[in-house]
């Protein structure tokens, strides 16, 4: 018998079975359906499978659902909201920020985390910060120009809605 | 609906597909798995090389939860993706040539049950040599890994054209030298996936596949299974990057197929990080031995080159990417005498193939690196000498390549400027250099790797009742925005608001065949073909419009939502009412354009010489400014600058993307990519040991695009994506020269082998200081 | 991946008794190490204890002139706190420079200091390492990198712990045999298949540092790429200046040894001048500590060189940052 998991996804709170071996990214593609999280090696070493838990990156290839019991998670769904696209949706839609599109979830859950506590970071800043999720297809660079776009401190200053 | 005619193209556009990225909704072909298909598992050679005396499958056949076991007795048919050199079998017979090659595969109830099962097969085996360097395949005797491949020789190629031994007599500098880079893999961040369905009752298969050429896939998996090409539908979903990965059939797709059939039902696969790398089809490991005869004032007289490929176990590509090597010494400088060897040879590691600048780059690397050295040599400056070799004008080059548009000066004069080249060149403190390159690509293979007699692309373009124009698309989006392109070029000639149209794509039963997305032909020959698609469009609605509005139709303005009389815009059609006239008696519209390479862009006449054909060249230009420390020799490249002849820029955002990811790949080369082997195993087939650079270490690119405006293009456009890659690893040697004083011959550039080189020229410097300090003594004691 | 036990203690006591050193039970903390390790079959764990939910395995806390940091602070908070960077702000620059950031918000101090060792031959696949009849570390009986060794040579490769060495740090360890307390240093073994000493059920409760002040200290890795990758040598240096002499210098290397080690011997240089031939002797000291042997991709020779050379390096700058 799979142990009932409490676990909040995307603002909701589930109760689900689940196996202690599902690896987090597994349960959230698998049983959950939520097939916006990649996976693109084989543990670890990439950052395809980025989602917040309590409000931090997490590697989901590199946890196990069953430590969750609690806690909050979120994925790339989440960011969809009111019908409209999240400001860095908005920015790596517009400046090109994916190409593929295969990283883009991963690295934007990570720029989501760096700028919930970091308004604006410099270019340095992101550089550092999404330094785990790797990219092959852009070369980063317009990456880190659409968190900057996506920045509240830059849409302040800018009056860009991203 | 707008009521100003819609631009189109020379727009900066986020990707028409691009939402769907950025929310996650877009559909990757693991995304699309059915939670109750099997699961698919390969069972993979463990050995590099050996005769198979058995694969036992009996244990794993009988574990509960096992549907299927499929091995090498299950398909005889071979295929590989030139028609003349099909010699790979999708799952191993009589012999294994590579680690990891297919021997079997699996389909389960679930992941545990298959994974299980492959640890029941059993395999009996004769082990072979292992045959895993090039020198081990050109030993005099070597084992052979195929019959009638004498020497391991895959294909040998030689060409001279013009008089080299001339060329050389007219030089006033003659060099040569060697060039080693080591193989590398396009490390694509989605790992390999395909699902497979079965229907026994209609004996229809429909395979979703992460292809950048389903059509070739389409056909080989019908071949493989022994079944007309019509019981075949193959879908494209998103692709999560390709970079030449899935420019062939490979060997999973048809695994899937038949593990679907004997299962009768729907098989999922989803490869690993590992298996994907050991899938392969990456750039080979290379030697390349170039000389060059230059003039004192830095003219290039003669050119010889000759290129020595590991190509791995089995044909793939080898011989296009070894006939690329030579084909592109030419077409970006004017040299008027060129000899090129070539040889391809078998080795016990996986199958390389197609990979980002096919087969040119590691030749172009070579070249601009002794190019440079030469003008060091005669105190020329390397942008200035380039300079002096340009082609003059519209041109043939020697092997019959036919040169129109030419934008290299002009990327020169860009890069020179914005990098500030002659205040910097020479001039940087100790530990800091700056070097540049240059390169070129093909826009699209001006003749097809198939010869069908088909246009060389085709698109459709459905109008119906709703007025909704469908554009039917069979080219390949794998992220570098080929949907993009036909949605701006149809919307560019018809100049309708944007809601009313939408691009379908890559699904066999719906969309035109096209021939893929390899050597950057999309945005040409699609490009081309959807301008002609459009064209014909518009020309159906302006003579429907004119029967409504009874005057000619050379009198009718088309204004994108409207038709109008020329002179008189009282009198107008809205797009709807013309619709509805062009509909009468024929119904639903279905407009078709094609493009076909004309014949004299096909290539010369020599053997192989429609290799390096094409109807427009990119150009690329880049100077590259490292800093290296002096203790971990690590080389940080600290800013790049790249300028690109793209033609004419359809998309500039999604060009300067392109530039951007394509300077990028030849910065991994360059600095630190590499597949390794231990004693033929594949050993750093995951992304912590393959290394590709992260946004830590890839500095600013500084992109400038050039258009000079091909007059074949479509709206004078030209490819952008693997022309900027080859210069990367040259100006990366030249600007560590500029630096440290060092010359390097190999890649990637690792701090191992710098420390190397410095430890060597250390040990130089001392022993030179040593008899320095004796010497004098022993002249005294003469 | 094998059936798994998982479950969350939300105390020290309780954490011990539920792994209660039972063979195949292991404690998880940020899972950055376990469980890229547990998916290529390196770890048949069938019980994990994870730790991640103990209140007092997360506290930072400084007392009496020393620093006490809970083994399951993770890295990222280890980082951020004032405590740390204004007591001992070489374990923020160390911990700082553990592979990813994301990596480092879920990772631990004390997952850090426990990680296994690594080498080429055994952060493999499953199927990678079948086919090459596995190795000593795992499944096998003959060591790779040197067949003919009794041994494994498999490298300890966390860049915090020799930040840690070099302050001096004890450790609190709690486990089914009681409570102790004793230096870092004695944790670690000079063997790639057992370099920890701990017992079975041992629980790494805290570190305790004391207050970095009067040292001036630093590390630095060499790795391939900017971020993600482990050191391919580490070194951590902390000096202690009076006018032109060294009044006291440990240095300490990690990715260069089966352990996390000091180098021995450097008391002999107190009030003494950084000359050359002290410089030499300090080469001479780190050759004789390291041994670096064909377990990475990037050959040993290098990983020698640059530990040399950082280790030369990082001594000369921080003796000059110390008078400054
Ligand atoms: C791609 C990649 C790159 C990496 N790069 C680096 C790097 O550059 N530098 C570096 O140092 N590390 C690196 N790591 C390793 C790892 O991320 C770190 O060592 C991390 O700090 C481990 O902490 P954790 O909490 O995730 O440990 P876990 O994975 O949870 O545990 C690791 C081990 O420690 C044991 N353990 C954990 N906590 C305790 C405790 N309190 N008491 C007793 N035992 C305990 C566990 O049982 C397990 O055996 C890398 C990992 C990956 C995947
Ligand atoms: S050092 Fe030897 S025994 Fe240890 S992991 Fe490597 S190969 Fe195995
Ligand atoms: S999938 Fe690569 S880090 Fe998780
Ligand atoms: S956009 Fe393709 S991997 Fe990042």
Request: include cysteine; hydrophobic fraction near 40%.
């Amino acid at each position: 018998m799979k142990p009932i998991l409490r676990i909040q996804v995307n603002g909701r709170w589930r109760e689900e079975a689940v196996a202690d071996n599902t690896l987090l990214i597994d349960f959230l593609r698998e049983q959950l359906q939520l097939t916006g999280t990649k996976q693109g090696c084989d543990g670890g070493e990439c950052g395809a499978c980025t989602v917040l838990v309590d409000g931090r990156p997490r590697l989901s290839c590199c946890a196990f659902a069953a430590s969750f019991e609690g806690h909050h998670v979120e994925t790339i769904e989440s960011q969809w909201q009111d019908g409209q696209m999240s400001p860095l949706q908005q920015a790596f839609h517009e400046k090109l920020g994916a190409q593929c599109g295969y990283c883009t979830p991963g690295m934007i859950m990570a720029a989501e985390a760096l700028l919930r506590t970091n308004a604006e970071p410099s270019e340095a800043e992101i550089r550092q910060a999404l330094g785990g999720n790797l990219c092959r297809c852009t070369g980063y660079v317009k990456i880190i120009e659409s968190v900057q776009a996506a920045a509240p401190g830059h849409r302040q200053t800018t009056g860009e809605p991203a | 609906m707008n009521t100003k005619p819609s631009k189109g193209v020379g727009q900066r556009m986020p990707l028409y597909d691009g939402v769907e990225k950025v929310t996650g909704r877009a559909k990757y072909t693991a995304d699309l798995f059915p939670r109750d298909a099997l699961v698919g598992r390969i069972y993979r050679s463990p050995l590099p090389h050996a005769e198979l005396i058995e694969v036992d499958v009996s244990a794993a056949r009988s574990l509960p939860g096992v549907v299927a076991v499929i091995t090498g007795a299950d398909c005889d048919i071979p295929y590989g993706i030139l028609p003349i050199a099909q010699n790979e079998f999708p799952l191993a017979r009589d012999r294994v040539r590579y680690f990891g090659e297919p021997v079997a595969a699996v389909a389960a109830v679930d992941e545990e049950t298959a994974e299980r099962a492959l640890k029941l097969i059993r395999l009996h085996v004769r082990e072979l040599p292992i045959i895993d360097s090039i020198a081990k395949a050109r030993a005099p005797d070597a084992a052979l890994l195929h019959d009638k491949k004498p020497g391991n020789i895959e294909r040998e190629v030689h060409n001279e054209f013009g008089d080299t031994a001339a060329g050389f007599a007219a030089a006033d500098l003659v060099r040569e030298q060697t060039y080693h880079a080591a193989e590398v893999n396009h490390a694509q961040m989605e790992p390999h996936a395909a699902f497979a369905a079965w229907e026994p009752e209609r004996e229809q298969l429909t395979l979703h596949t992460c292809s950048m050429v389903p059509y070739y896939v389409h056909k080989k998996v019908a071949q493989c299974l022994g079944i007309d090409t019509a019981q075949v539908r193959v879908i494209k979903p998103y692709v999560g990057g390709a970079f030449g990965a899935r420019v062939e059939t490979l060997n999973f797709e048809i695994i899937v197929s038949l593990l679907a059939r004997a299962a009768r039902g729907a098989v999922r696969m989803q490869l690993t990080r590992e298996e994907s790398m050991l899938t392969h089809r990456g750039r080979p490991e290379s030697e390349t031995r170039v000389k060059l005869g230059m003039t004192r004032d830095g003219r290039i007289t003669a050119c010889e080159c000759e290129v020595v490929q590991r190509g791995g176990a089995y044909a793939g590509y080898g011989i296009i990417t070894i006939l690329y090597a030579g084909a592109l010494l030419n077409g970006i400088y004017d040299v008027k005498n060129v000899k090129y060897d070539g040889y391809r040879v078998y080795t016990n590691t996986p199958p390389c193939g197609a990979m980002r600048g096919h087969g040119t780059v590691n030749t172009r690397v070579a070249f601009e690196s002794l190019m440079t050295s030469m003008a060091a040599e005669l105190d020329l400056d390397p942008i200035e000498v380039r300079r002096r070799n340009r082609i003059p004008g519209p041109s043939v080059t020697p092997n019959g390549l036919r040169v129109e548009s030419y934008g290299l000066p002009q990327c020169l004069d860009k890069v020179e400027e914005a990098s500030g080249w002659r205040q910097l060149r020479g001039k940087l403190p100790k530990w800091k250099g700056i070097g540049m390159a240059c390169s070129h690509f093909v826009s699209g293979s001006a003749k097809p790797v198939h010869f069908t007699g088909e246009p060389h692309a085709t698109i459709v373009l459905k109008l119906d009742f709703d007025g909704g124009i469908s554009i039917l698309s069979g080219a390949a989006d794998v992220g570098q925005g080929s949907t993009t392109i036909v949605a701006q070029v149809v919307v560019e000639v018809l100049g309708v608001d944007w809601r009313r149209v939408r691009v379908i794509t890559n699904d066999s039963a719906v969309t035109p065949k096209d021939n893929g997305s390899y050597s950057s032909r999309v945005t040409f020959m699609v490009g081309n073909a959807t301008l002609d698609a459009a064209q014909k469009l518009k020309q159906v609605l302006v003579e429907a419009a004119a029967r409504r509005l009874q005057v000619e139709p050379d009198q009718v303005e088309c204004l994108g939502e409207s038709f109008h009389v020329l002179g008189d815009p009282s009198r107008a059609v809205s797009f709807s009412d013309a619709t509805a006239e062009a509909l009468v008696d024929t119904g639903t519209l279905h407009v078709k354009g094609t493009f076909t390479c004309p014949i004299e862009f096909q290539g010369g006449k020599h053997r192989g010489g429609a290799v390096g054909s094409t109807m427009g060249f990119s150009y690329a230009a880049q100077v590259v400014e490292v800093s290296v420390d002096p203790v971990t020799c690590r080389v940080s490249v600290d800013k790049i600058w790249a300028a690109l002849d793209c033609g004419f820029a359809i998309n500039p955002l999604a060009v300067e993307g392109q530039i951007q990811g394509g300077v990028f790949m030849g910065m991994g080369q360059g600095l630190s990519e590499q597949t390794r082997y231990e004693n033929g195993k594949m050993s750093a087939a995951n992304f912590l040991d393959y290394g590709f650079p992260t946004m830590a270490e890839t500095p600013p690119i500084e992109v400038f695009i050039v258009e000079s405006i091909d007059p074949n293009g479509p709206f004078g456009a030209k490819e952008a994506s693997e022309g900027p890659l080859a210069g990367f690893p040259a100006a990366l040697a030249d600007a560590v020269r500029d630096a440290t004083g060092l010359e390097f011959h190999e890649w990637p550039l690792t701090p191992e082998r710098i420390a190397k080189a410095m430890e060597a020229r250390e040990r130089e410097q001392r022993a030179a200081a040593r008899k320095t300090v004796r010497q004098p003594a022993t002249a005294g004691a003469a | 991946m094998q059936e798994l036990d998982i479950v969350k203690p939300a105390s020290v006591a309780e954490a011990v008794s539920l792994h209660g050193g039972a063979v195949g039970a292991r404690y998880l903390a940020g899972g950055t190490d376990l469980v890229p390790n547990m998916r290529r079959g390196l770890q048949k764990s069938r019980k994990l204890v994870d730790i991640t939910g103990i209140e007092e395995l997360r506290q930072i806390a400084f007392e009496n002139g020393a620093l006490r940091i809970g083994a399951g602070v993770t890295l990222e908070a280890l980082c951020a706190s004032d405590l740390v960077r204004r007591h001992a702000p070489l374990l923020a620059l160390a911990a700082s420079q553990v592979a990813g950031p994301t990596h480092r918000a879920a990772a631990t101090l004390g997952g850090n200091l426990m990680q296994d060792t690594r080498c080429y031959f055994y952060n493999q696949s499953d199927f990678w390492r079948t086919a090459n009849e596995y190795c000593m570390k795992a499944e096998g009986t003959i060591c790779r990198v040197a067949p003919s060794s009794s041994r494994c040579w498999a490298s300890y490769c966390g860049d915090v712990a020799p930040a840690m060495l070099v302050l001096g740090a004890e450790v609190d360890i709690s486990g089914p045999t009681g409570n102790r307390r004793e230096p870092l240093a004695a944790l670690y073994a000079d063997d790639g298949l057992q370099h920890l000493k701990l017992g079975p059920g041992d629980l790494l409760v805290s570190v305790e540092v004391p207050a970095q002040s009067g040292w001036t200290a630093g590390y630095e890795k060499v790795r391939v790429r900017g971020t993600i990758d482990f050191p391919l040598a580490g070194i951590a240096v902390a000096i202690k200046r009076e006018g032109n002499r060294i009044a006291d210098l440990r240095v300490a290397c990690t990715g260069v040894n089966a352990y996390p080690g000091l180098v021995p011997n450097l008391e002999a240089w107190r009030g003494k001048e950084p000359d050359e031939a002290f410089f030499a002797a300090l080469e001479k000291a780190v050759r004789k500590e390291i041994q670096p042997m064909e377990s990475t991709l990037t050959a040993a020779g290098y990983r020698k060189r640059v530990a040399l050379g950082l280790a030369r390096k990082l001594v000369g700058e921080l003796f000059e940052s110390a008078g400054a």
